[in-house]
Every structure is written in structure tokens, then in C-alpha cells.
């Protein structure tokens, strides 16, 4: 996709976009081109149930005169209430609108969309920067699809008073996209081809980004007594693996924030295994992982202030002759040793380790982690909101503040010892299962906390967001990458100088 933006337009595009306030108001490109084609803006309105309203579209078919095929009004609502999220689905809607017809460009004319704080040129980079989200899909495995389902869409171009900002503000935009982008395709990916190695090999490209990208196998995770993430991983034919990049774009000896994602390439459920209908929604298991290291690409692509790390334990979790059992215990790289009463609750093992050793290598300023966790958290929450568990109130009111505004919405949750008692073992430290039926989400992350020491962390379970069955403003159905630009504007928010 080309991205231009201009400051005149020349109504040449195939598709002219023009906005519209509530209760029908044309904006001043809107009642130009009204004016010179006999008023068929407003005569198309007043046909319609179109009243303007912010998201709304009405397509018309230009008359001769501009080149285009069509005009596309959208609704912009209340202009006075306008905020980048709501113009970033401002253009994920042109995208979902014109996708579906064969036209290849588009102009858009939104010079009034500037919104409270934004001019109209970082308006018009929210606008085209949510069109480029949208627009993502996983095809390369398409090789028979019919043409008139193939999206033509080659071109957008912004016609915007600030250009300076507005390029200067889609270049951001676009490096974000680029780590959203990353991670759907890793977590889009088919389990046959991407297994730990071939995780940790996209991970080696960000070198090419100065991430500084290290792959340990299982011998060095055995050195380090990484025991309870190689538990998870020893029924598989796949070596366990365990990345670390790190992104230096802060000062030196600065303390990195540290981001931690579970990386289960496959969760069978082990011995405990799943029941088969919809098993193969388990390849996004590891959207953790697949988060953090779009993140990392995002920040470097950009060019973050900042220094970060991130940790990712990528294993399969796979039934075999030398699969974990129900009953084994693990020893932890912490030294706790865990008893694994349910080889499906795997991710919390594989965090165990990671955080562990996230904290006791980095001594970051804070972690946060990532995690397909736990299947009650989308009964407790659905698809709308992921779980935030936290043992810090600071960091869970930035998270949830960012989270209101990219519209990847965070809910707390509590943490509280009295859950501890659940957790305990009767022969070993920790179990890796709650006793009852209860607060299936809440002893995860309770089990999780026992391998974080006092250092402010988050865990972000992200199971009922990390895949989407139905398209979202600013996705294709499928991988969303919920968590990239969340942790973006966090780092950027409030991290960063
Ligand atoms: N990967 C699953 C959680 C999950 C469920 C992710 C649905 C995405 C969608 C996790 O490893 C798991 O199986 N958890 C068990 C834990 C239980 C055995 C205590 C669960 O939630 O049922
Ligand atoms: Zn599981
Ligand atoms: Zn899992």
C-alpha cells in the first residue's frame, strides 16, 4: 500500500472520501464538489438513513466530471469530540468499506477532522495509520482465491493543511504497524512451521534492527535449571527454546523495562489433553510471545528513548513417551519446586522460569508479562477487556489509562495471599493448579507472582483478546495483536525520557 499525503487534492483517485458532520454538514471539499455536481451529496443524503454520524458511510456513484468511480461520505459525528483512536476507526472503516470493491485509489478529504488536541495533519496520519492496520491480512497460504475477493486497494493519499506533521507522525505510526504486523503473521502462522527454532529465527531478524537477539536450546536452559519450562516442552520432537532481545535506545546502565510473553507454539494440554473441537485455536497460544517481540520491533523501528528487554519461552506442549506427567515435580530455576497436578496449565511453568529469570539477570525497572493464560478469563471477560493482575497500583493505572485510549482495554483484577493456600502443594512447594473450581485466572497469576520477587509487575492475560473470530474496527478476523500498541504508548507515554 502507498501512503501520500498532499496538500491539495485533485478529485483524481478512483474513490474521493469526503466527511461529514452530524446532521448532514458537509465539510468545505464536501460542498464544493456538491455545489459543481448538482447537489448530488445532498441528494444522496436525504435518499439515505445517512445522518452523519461518526462511522457511518453512504458510497455514491460520481456523476462524469472528477475521474473517480465513487464518493464516499463518513460520518465524522461531533468533530468537537473526535480523539486519534476514534479517527484511527475512522480509517479502518474506508478500508472495511472500500475493500470490498474493485477501485485501487482513494483521496480523502478530512481537513476538519482535527481533533481536540491534533491538528488535521496528525489527523490525517491517525486516519491513514488505522486504514494500514485494517488492511493486514494473512494470505500466503491462499493460492486459489477468487479475484473479486482479492482486495485491489493500492493507494491512499491525505489532502491535509500540515504536511510536516503529518508525515512526521505516520512514519510513528507506521513503525508500530510494522510490530503489529509482525505479530499476527507469527501468530497467524500455521504450528507446523512455526515451532520454537523457527520462532526464535524471526526473532534473529530484529537484529537487522539493532535488537541485540540471543537463542538458548535446552542445554543452556538445563545449565541455567530452566526445569520447569523444559517440563512443558519434553513430550515434543521440538527443542524448548528461550529468546532474550534487548533494544538499547535509552541511556547507558539505564535499568530496561522488561517485557515477558508465553511462547507455547502448541498447547495439545500435554497428557491432560484437550478435547479436539477447536484444538487448533491453540496455535495462538504463544500471542504472548508473539506480542513482545512485535513490540521490540515497533521500538526499534521507531527509534524508542528507551532501554528494553524482552524475554520469550517458546516451547510445544505435546502428549509422548517422555511427556510430563500429572504427579512429576519440577524443580524451578527460583529453586521452588512445583507440583504439576494438570500438564495443560503449561504456561504458567514456562513463565515461571522466564520471569525468574528476567528479574534475577536484568533487575528491570518493571516487567510486564503476556499470556494466553487461562481459559476463565474469557469466561470472566469475553473478548472485549484482557485480565491485568498487578502488584503495583502505579503501573495498573498507566496500563489501564493506555488501555482506554488504544482501545486495548485493560480490567483489574485482584491479587490477595488468602489465594495462596489454594496453590499449596502438599508434597512440594506450589502446585501448578488451583484446588477448587474457583478464580481460575486469579491462582495463575497468584502462581505467577511467587517467581517476581518485589520488582513492579503486571500480567496481562490476554487469552480472550489475543485472536478475534469476527472483524474489530482496526483488525482482520483472526490475530489482533492486542498488547503492541497498548505497551507502545505506555513505554511512550510515560517512559520514555
Ligand atoms: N492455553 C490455555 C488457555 C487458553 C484458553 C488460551 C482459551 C486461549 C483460549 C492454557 O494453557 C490452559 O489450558 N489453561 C487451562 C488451565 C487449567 C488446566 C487450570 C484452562 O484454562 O482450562
Ligand atoms: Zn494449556
Ligand atoms: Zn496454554
Known amino acids: 500500500m502507498k501512503f501520500n499525503f498532499e496538500s491539495s487534492g485533485a478529485y483524481s483517485a478512483d474513490v474521493i472520501v469526503i466527511g461529514v458532520k452530524q446532521d448532514r454538514v458537509l465539510t468545505q471539499a464536501g460542498m464544493e464538489l456538491d455545489l459543481k455536481f448538482s447537489r ?43 480523539t486519534v483512536q476514534a479517527l484511527e476507526e475512522l480509517g479502518g472503516t474506508i478500508y472495511s468499506t472500500l475493500s470490498k470493491i474493485p477501485v485501487e485509489s482513494i483521496e480523502v478529504y478530512l481537513e476538519e477532522a482535527a481533533a481536540k488536541d491534533i491538528n ?54 507506521l513503525a508500530v504497524a510494522e510490530g503489529v504486523a509482525l505479530t499476527r503473521e507469527l501468530v497467524s502462522e500455521a504450528p507446523n512451521v512455526l515451532y520454537p527454532e523457527t520462532f526464535a529465527e524471526a526473532a534473529l531478524k530484529l537484529k537487522s534492527l539493532g535488537v541485540d537477539v ?18 512443558v516442552g519434553q513430550g515434543s520432537a521440538k527443542e524448548s527454546q528461550l529468546v532474550v532481545m534487548s533494544y538499547h535506545g535509552g541511556a547507558k546502565g539505564e535499568a530496561p523495562l522488561a517485557f515477558i510473553g508465553k511462547g507455547v507454539c502448541f498447547d495439545s494440554g500435554g497428557i491432560s489433553i484437550k478435547p479436539s473441537a477447536n484444538m487448533d485455536e491453540m496455535k495462538y497460544d504463544m500471542g504472548g510471545a508473539g506480542v513482545v517481540t512485535g513490540l521490540m520491533k515497533a521500538l526499534a523501528g521507531r527509534k524508542a528513548k528507551i532501554n528494553a528487554v524482552g524475554v520469550i519461552g517458546l516451547v510445544e506442549n505435546m502428549p509422548g513417551g517422555n511427556a510430563q506427567r500429572p504427579g512429576d515435580i519440577v524443580t524451578s530455576m527460583s529453586g521452588q519446586t512445583i507440583e504439576i497436578l494438570n500438564t495443560d496449565a503449561e504456561g504458567r511453568l514456562v513463565l515461571a522460569d522466564a520471569l525468574w529469570y528476567t528479574q534475577d ?57 488468602n489465594y495462596d493456600k489454594d496453590i499449596n502443594s502438599d508434597v512440594a512447594d506450589v502446585q501448578n493448579i488451583g484446588k477448587g473450581r474457583g478464580a481460575g485466572s486469579i491462582t495463575a497469576a497468584q502462581f505467577l507472582k511467587r517467581f517476581v520477587n518485589d520488582v513492579p509487575w503486571a500480567h496481562l492475560d490476554i487469552a480472550g483478546v489475543a485472536w478475534t473470530k469476527t472483524p474489530l474496527a482496526l483488525c482482520e478476523k483472526g490475530a489482533t495483536a492486542f498488547g503492541v500498541r497498548l505497551l507502545d504508548r505506555f513505554i511512550s507515554k510515560y517512559y520514555e525520557n
Open 361 to 417: 539477570r536484568f533487575k528491570p525497572r518493571l516487567m510486564i508479562n503476556l499470556a494466553t493464560l487461562t481459559g476463565a478469563i474469557v469466561v470472566s471477560l469475553g473478548s472485549e477487556y484482557a485480565g491485568l493482575f498487578s502488584n503495583n497500583d502505579e503501573i495498573s493505572q498507566q496500563l489501564e489509562e493506555v488501555g482506554r485510549e488504544t482501545d486495548e482495554k485493560l480490567w483489574r483484577f485482584p491479587l490477595h495471599e
Open 40 to 82: 448530488i451529496l445532498t441528494r444522496s443524503m436525504q435518499a439515505s438513513h445517512f445522518k452523519g454520524k461518526r462511522g457511518q458511510t453512504l458510497l455514491v456513484t460520481a456523476p462524469e466530471e472528477p475521474e473517480a468511480s465513487y464518493i464516499l461520505l463518513i460520518g465524522l459525528g461531533d468533530t468537537s469530540k473526535l
Open 214 to 231: 540471543e537463542v538458548m536450546g535446552e542445554k543452556q536452559l538445563t545449565k541455567l535449571g530452566m526445569n520447569a519450562l523444559l517440563g
Open 120 to 173: 488535521d495533519g496528525q489527523a490525517a496520519a491517525a486516519i491513514a495509520g488505522g486504514f494500514n492496520l485494517r488492511s493486514w491480512r494473512f494470505d500466503k497460504y491462499r493460492t486459489k482465491e477468487k479475484d473479486e475477493n482479492i482486495p485491489t486497494l493500492s493507494s491512499l493519499t491525505c489532502i491535509t493543511s500540515h504536511l510536516d506533521d503529518a508525515k512526521k507522525c505516520f512514519q510513528r505510526n
